[in-house]
């Protein structure tokens, strides 16, 4: 038996910096180095001795500080060994300081780069190896490559080693996994390429990649179109659970149901090479599921099927095409047999009033969320140990309290209760955890917690794209804006469509200060979803970040919720030079929002100048529990009272960065 091969690098890194970590490894690669990460472990061998064998191995450790790692007993093993042997590159991610025992050898600052990897800063780390082992070597067979496999997740800590190299699959037409995670085009885009402008563009396409589309409801009455979507995101949600295998989530796939988009338009929105699409018939009890695996850049017909059950055998049907599409793609398993989707349910009517809430959910207005609700209600009602209702019921609390349509001590206290009991019936749901995560954020103001919520999300689903958008929504809170960018540019890979992610992208941008990337992902998002709350109002603080003060009045004033519109009219009215109006505007401001949105008015106030009455109001929000208090650092529109020392005792205070 041959044995197994060994790579030039290893790199060592904790689950928090994955993407940044996912880039050092390619472009690593690129320069012709071979790299090993915990994903190439054969099935059936031990991983901890694996690992060992690779770090031994290895000619050159790069070790990612951040300030993530730095409490990681693993990292520092890894880098304690790797300094001993005169093998260690250490990288700064952050800004952080390598521990004490390893400042000896000199790091390599990363903080600020973005992924480029023809830059000083990538071509530092380059010279570096190079000057440890010489030139990389040349005409390595593919074969000698380590190969795919899960990751070792949680089963030790949150540490995870990363490298990438070809896999040495032999497939009919895959070769190799290329980079899906590079740079941002900042070129502008048509309406049909609005995601190629949110999330980094792949170098090339993936082949191992595959958008599952909404199927086509084929019955005589058209009355199956909850039954046809479920379908799809059923497929959708099993072929995700395949290692390495890069499937957009449900809200991008869907994007396009209705839309006369054709299929190469779709594929290169999505960055995939394949695409499956198909139909639904129902006749009385008798179910006609089609599907076909289309290759997206030829438009060849790869794989097909027709499936004839009974209706009560639907989700066996869903699993049955799950796996032929698998089997069709050549995808090596290495993590057993797909089933279900944790926390799901047997009831196919529950299952119907599922969908149709997660139909309304992405759209974030009030008359949406209501039907959400119901229909989330009535799912339960037909199953009361539907885990993954019982938590999309929690989202839908959760957003109409942060919108302030519910009382704040009730919703948050409801919203946690849903998430604990979703936890309860399905323990491993990464969501759920997020929720959690969201409370102790957004309510709790405990950051810690949250931040310990979040990683127990991310054991589970390291690229979840809800638990991404609660660890970058964490981190812009805490004003940490590079990992807020990482983050959610991470789950946008999987979910380059979600509204959500993209409105959170901007926030996080603006908050930075990189006011013309916030104003474009909300021009996109508006493209997307034109009546998505909050996107006009913060919209129009870019602008008015930006020196226009006209076009951000006129566009906040084009926010569909009245309520919502006063968050931030009086700011926008003075800016313009309309006091009166702004005055105005001030008093109705504080009869709306006395009681429930002090943050707001403390806003104002602060934007004018008035450090008594906006600190006056910073502290009736505080005792309010407002949960907008979350967004205060970066603001903007607080810097003409961020000198005053009593700002910044309320900001330790809320054990917040000054």
């Known amino acids: 038996m041959r044995s197994r091969s060994v790579a030039d690098v290893f790199v060592s890194y904790t689950s928090e910096d994955r993407v940044v970590a996912q880039q050092i490894a390619r472009g ?21 001795t694996e690992i060992q064998r690779q770090l031994n191995a290895a000619r050159i450790v790069v070790v990612l500080w951040s300030s993530s790692s730095l409490d990681s007993k693993w990292v520092r093993d890894e880098a304690q060994q790797a300094r001993d042997e005169n093998k260690l590159i250490p990288v700064r991610l952050d800004g952080v300081q390598p521990p004490l025992g390893f400042r000896q050898a000199q790091s390599l600052d990363f903080s600020g780069w973005n992924g480029d990897s023809q830059v000083e800063t990538f071509a530092n780390l380059v010279a570096s190896a ?78 191992k990649s595959i958008a599952v589309l909404p199927f086509t409801d084929m019955s005589e009455k058209k009355d199956q179109e909850f039954l046809a979507d479920g379908m799809a995101e059923e497929i959708l949600n099993l072929l995700a659970q395949v290692p390495d295998l890069l499937v957009p989530a449900r809200t991008s796939s869907f994007y396009f149901k209705g839309k006369p988009t054709k299929i190469p338009d779709i594929a290169r929105e999505l960055g995939v090479a394949h695409v499956l699409e198909g139909s639904v018939r129902r006749a009385g009890d008798h179910l ?24 009560q055998d639907v989700f066996k049907v869903q699993d049955d095409i799950a796996n032929e599409v698998v089997q069709a793609l050549q995808i090596k398993f290495t993590g ?26 992405n759209q974030n207005s009030r008359e949406s969320l209501d039907a959400a609700d119901v229909n989330l209600e009535q799912a339960i009602k037909l199953d009361p140990g539907y885990g993954m209702a019982w938590n999309a019921l929690s989202t839908v609390v959760s957003m109409k309290t942060d919108n302030v349509w519910l009382d ?112 474009g992902l909300y021009r996109k998002l508006l493209e997307l979803e034109p009546g998505f709350l909050w996107t006009h109002s913060y919209l129009a603080k870019t602008l008015l970040a930006q020196g226009k003060p006209e076009p951000a009045l006129a566009m906040v004033q084009q926010e569909a919720d009245e309520a919502t519109r006063l968050w931030f009219l ?20 504080i009869a709306q929002w006395a009681d429930t949105g002090a943050f707001f008015v403390a806003m104002t106030y602060a934007y004018r100048g008035d450090h008594d009455r906006a600190l006056e109001w910073l502290e009736r929000a505080y005792q309010q529990k407002d949960a907008s208090l979350d967004e205060i650092v970066g603001e903007p529109l607080f810097k003409n009272i961020a000198d005053d020392p009593r700002y910044k005792a309320f900001l330790r205070k809320m054990k917040l960065p000054e």
């Open 570 to 589: 009086p700011i926008f009215l003075q800016a313009d030079g309309r006091q009166v109006e702004a005055d105005e505007a001030l008093q109705a401001q």
């Open 408 to 519: 704040p001590t009730e919703g948050w206290e409801r919203v946690r209760q849903l998430a604990q009991h979703a936890l309860l019936l399905s323990p491993d749901l990464a969501e759920a955890h997020a929720r959690l995560q969201w409370v102790y954020m957004s309510w709790d103001w405990d950051w810690a917690a949250a931040e310990a919520e979040g990683r127990l999300a991310l054991a589970i689903d390291p690229m979840n794209p809800v638990a991404l958008l609660a660890a970058g929504r964490l981190s812009a809170t805490l004003g940490r804006w590079d990992d807020s960018e990482s983050q959610l540019r991470a789950a946008l890979v999987r979910d380059p469509l979600n509204p959500y992610l993209i409105w959170n992208l901007g926030f996080t941008q603006y908050r930075a200060g990189r006011f013309a990337e916030s104003e």
């Open 288 to 311: 006609r599921v089609t599907a076909q695996l289309v290759r997206a850049d030829n438009g060849y017909h790869l794989w097909s099927e027709t499936y004839d059950r009974d209706l």
């Open 336 to 361: 057993g047999e797909l089933s279900r989707r944790k926390g799901g349910t047997p009831n196919l009517e529950a299952y119907q009033s599922y969908l149709q809430a997660m139909s309304a959910v």
């Open 130 to 207: 190079r000057h440890l082992i010489g030139p990389p070597p040349q005409g390595v067979p593919l074969t000698d490559r380590p190969t795919a496999a899960p990751s070792r997740g949680a089963g030790r800590g949150k540490t995870i080693l990363i490298g990438g190299t070809v896999l040495s699959l032999a497939l009919a037409y895959f070769v190799g996994d290329k980079l899906w995670l590079s740079q941002q085009v900042a070129t502008e885009q048509p309406v049909a390429a609005v995601a190629s402008t949110i999330v980094p563009v792949a170098a090339a396409i993936s082949e």
């Open 28 to 48: 690593l690669e690129g320069a012709g180095f071979s790299v090993w990460w915990d994903r190439h472990i054969h099935g059936g061998v031990d991983f901890t």
